[in-house]
Every structure is written in structure tokens, then in C-alpha cells.
């Protein structure tokens, strides 16, 4: 929400130059990057610390951004815990297909919980680094953001009282349900949208993983997929109505389908166990263009939303906020306002490339479940061609793997 006269019942206004909206991956990094030069800002949350490093999400990190973190000295704690994935399977029409994407292009991914990495980055930033950072802040509203002098208010957790926080930049790193990107009025941004009529059941099992690797299941009854998260949990999804009630899918109904739809000519059952995470996510996307609007730059899922088809969601968050970090430095210390000008610009690139893996990769997950005999048969021959072809196999893993430019 956004307004130009907000400060009733205000105390007297702090001051930062820098206010990042949201403690996801992107608002934390871009902290960071802005505390190890000693620019001030301050963070600010809606939920607790508790919750924000306990709550599950992605787990898959390309290579070049797992680079960037380390480079920012974010990464220490990642590269000791994470695991290295060489390879994944797909499974259709009954049989089991290696696709082993390091052998091809010796390159890697990284899995690591994503609440394991917010907790790293919560603890550089605001207990190494010196970060201020406010958690449980309610009504966050953005003022004057097509002036000098932009601020951000919020309801102060602990006194009820409206808190005015004046400012020279608003990060809007809040997700897809934040403040900051209705900030943008209607007309100085236009909103490409996608969707592709599909639900994804999200799970997460209390049970070791089935398989040694990321598997993606390709069946007529709907893509379920197969991802390791730790000794103890393991990720699944099964394709289910858009707008579904988790409810319809009971523990019984749930195995039933995600044995028969990862099911292989010699693949071992799945092992089951308690089902700690149910919920279902509409797979759609939106792109927000320019990603800026006066002194508010708006960065990760703000900005865009990439349905975890492709698991890029997080990775587009890191590359925002490293552009966006560097360029808040740059224009602070050096007086710099190139990184700034070119910000917008450089995340769409790796954006629109991402949507674009996404919306092919949909196809190949969901042309076999769509009812339609045509698509049914255009997905399987998209996937004999990743097997049969040495160059569309490289293709693909160097989409799959994402673009190896360093942010
Ligand atoms: P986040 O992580 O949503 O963080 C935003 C933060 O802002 C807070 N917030 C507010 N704070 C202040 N004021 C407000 N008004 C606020 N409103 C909200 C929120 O509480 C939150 O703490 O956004 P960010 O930083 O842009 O990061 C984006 C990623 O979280 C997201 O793209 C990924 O989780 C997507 N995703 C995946 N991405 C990958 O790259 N690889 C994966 O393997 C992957 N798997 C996934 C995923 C997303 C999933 N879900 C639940 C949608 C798997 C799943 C199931």
C-alpha cells in the first residue's frame, strides 16, 4: 500500500538509508551485502525469527549462485551441509531414464533446505553483522516513493503505535503476498501473467528418501516428483486440480497415487511416512516490468513469481538481490548510479529466460496427464529426444542447471 501523508499517530521518524521489506532469501542478502559496507538499513518482517527459519520451501541452488553467496561471504555454513546432485531420473511409460547432467556439462546442484539458509542469513546479518532488523511488524505501508525522500511505515508489534522509518531506498523483498508490489501504481508497470491450469499437492514425508537422486514422475494420471530435503524428509508433489482441498488427498490416497505415479520397471516402492506438509499451490506466474518505480526496487518472488515447475524461484530471488545489493553499494559509497539504472534490465534477462525453461518444462510434466491425446504425444516425444539426442540432452541440462553467469 502506498500513500503520500501517512504519520498519524506517529512517534518521531527514524532514519536509515536503506529499507528492505521482507527476511526471505532476498531481503536477507541484500541486507548483508549492504551491511559488509557498512551501509545502515533496516529489515522488516511480519513474521518471527522462530518461523522464517523453519518454514520449508525450496531446496534446489544453482552453482553460480551458490558462488555469489560465497563470494559475499554467505555461504559458509551451505557449503559444509549442502548436497551435491549430479544427476536426476525421469520415469515414463513404465521405465526408469538416468539423466546424468554432470557427466554432460560438469556442472552441479546444490540442495539445501531453503529455511537452513534464511537461518544463516538471518544470523550474519543481524548477529554478526550488526543489522537492524524488526520482526512482527504489522500494516506495512510505503510513502512518497516518486520523491527524494521515500519512507516506510509499520504497526510497531509491541506498543500498537504506527512507526515512520524515512529513507533514500525501499527494497521490496516481501514475496507474492507482500505490500510492496501494489505499491506500483497502476500504469507505471505492466504485469505479464501466466497460468497453467495445474495444482501441485505439495508434501513433505517423514521418511528418507526412495532414491538416490531428484525423480520426476511423467504418468496419464499426473507428474508427481521425488526430492531428497534431508536424512529424515523428503519433498513430493503430485499434479492435482488447481484450487484443490488438500483434505481430498488422505494418507492412503497420497501413497496410492505417488507409488503408481513414480512407479518403474525395477524401482523399489517408495518408503511412506507421516505426511508433515499438505498444501496445494496453483502453478502459476507473474513478471513485474520495470522491476523499479521511483525509490523502490523491487526484488525475488515482489517481483516475480515462478511456479517451482523448474525450482528457479529462489535462485531469481539470489540474483536480484546480489544486483540489487551491489548496486545500493555502489550508488551509497562511490556516488555510482549505474548498477541502479541497469538493475531492472539485468534480472529480467535471467527472468524471462527462467519463465521461459518453466513453461517448457510444464508441457513435458503436464501433456501427459492433460486429457489430450495430441499433447500427450508431443510431451513424450519432447522427453525421447532429451534421451535420444547427445545435443538436445545438453540443451536441456544447461537450462535445467540455469544460466552459469555469476551475479
Ligand atoms: P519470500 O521467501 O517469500 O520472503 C518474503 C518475506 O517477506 C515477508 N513478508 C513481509 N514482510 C514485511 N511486510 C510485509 N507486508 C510482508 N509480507 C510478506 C514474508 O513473511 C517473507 O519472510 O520471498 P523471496 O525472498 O523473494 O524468495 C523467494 C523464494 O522464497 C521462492 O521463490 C522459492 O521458495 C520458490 N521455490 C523454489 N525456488 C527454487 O529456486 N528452488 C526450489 O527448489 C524451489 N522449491 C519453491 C519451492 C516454492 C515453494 N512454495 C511453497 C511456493 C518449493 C515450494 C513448495
Not at 42 to 57: C, S
Request: charged share 25%; with cysteine.
Amino acid at each position: 500500500m502506498t500513500s503520500t501523508s501517512p504519520h498519524t499517530n506517529s512517534g518521531a521518524p527514524q532514519r536509515f538509508p536503506v529499507v528492505v521489506v521482507g527476511a526471505g532469501p532476498a531481503g536477507l542478502t541484500v541486507g548483508n551485502i549492504l551491511r559488509a559496507a557498512s551501509v545502515d538499513c533496516l529489515v522488516l518482517e511480519t513474521e518471527t525469527r522462530a518461523f522464517i527459519e523453519q518454514r520449508p520451501r525450496a531446496g534446489v541452488i544453482e552453482e553460480w549462485a551458490v558462488r555469489g553467496l560465497e563470494r559475499r561471504g554467505l555461504a559458509d555454513t551451505l557449503l559444509e551441509r549442502a548436497q551435491r546432485h549430479t544427476e536426476c531420473e525421469f520415469r515414463f511409460a513404465g521405465e526408469r531414464h538416468r539423466f546424468e547432467y554432470f557427466e554432460l556439462t560438469g556442472r552441479h546442484h546444490w540442495v539445501y533446505p531453503q529455511q537452513f539458509l534464511v537461518t544463516d542469513l538471518v544470523r550474519e546479518y543481524a548477529d554478526v553483522r550488526g543489522g537492524a532488523i524488526r520482526f512482527g511488524v504489522r500494516d506495512v505501508e510505503l510513502h512518497d516513493l516518486d520523491t527524494d525522500h521515500p519512507s516506510v511505515s509499520y504497526v510497531c508489534p509491541d506498543t500498537g503505535r504506527r512507526e515512520v522509518v524515512r529513507c533514500d531506498f525501499v527494497a521490496g523483498c516481501d514475496g507474492a503476498r507482500g505490500v510492496t508490489r501494489a505499491a506500483v501504481p497502476a500504469g507505471r508497470a505492466r504485469v505479464s501473467r501466466g497460468d497453467y491450469g495445474v495444482g501441485w499437492l505439495a508434501l513433505l514425508a517423514e521418511a528418507p528418501p526412495s532414491a538416490d537422486c531428484v525423480v520426476f514422475g511423467v504418468h496419464p494420471n499426473g507428474f508427481a516428483g521425488h526430492m531428497q530435503r534431508s536424512a529424515e524428509v523428503t519433498r513430493y508433489y503430485l499434479e492435482c486440480p488447481p484450487g484443490d482441498d488438500p483434505e481430498n488427498w488422505s494418507h492412503d490416497r497420497v501413497w496410492t497415487e505417488l507409488q503408481l505415479r513414480l512407479g518403474a520397471h525395477g524401482a523399489p516402492p517408495l518408503t511412506e511416512g507421516r505426511l508433515i506438509e499438505k498444501r496445494v499451490l496453483d502453478m502459476h506466474n507473474y513478471v513485474v516490468e520495470p522491476m523499479v518505480y521511483g525509490r523502490l526496487f523491487l526484488a525475488g518472488d515482489a517481483a516475480h513469481l515462478t511456479a517451482p515447475i523448474a525450482a528457479k524461484g529462489m535462485n531469481l530471488a539470489l540474483h536480484d538481490a546480489f544486483l540489487l545489493g551491489d548496486a545500493i553499494v555502489a550508488y551509497v559509497t562511490k556516488g555510482d548510479g549505474s548498477g541502479l539504472d541497469g538493475y531492472s534490465p539485468a534480472c529480467l534477462d535471467r527472468v524471462w529466460d527462467y519463465q521461459e525453461f518453466s513453461h517448457w518444462l510444464s508441457e513435458v510434466y503436464h501433456g501427459a496427464s492433460s486429457g489430450d491425446p495430441y499433447r500427450a504425444g508431443t510431451t513424450l516425444a519432447r522427453l525421447r529426444r532429451i534421451f535420444g539426442s547427445p545435443k538436445a540432452a545438453m540443451a536441456f541440462a544447461e537450462q535445467y542447471l540455469g544460466l552459469n553467469t555469476d551475479g
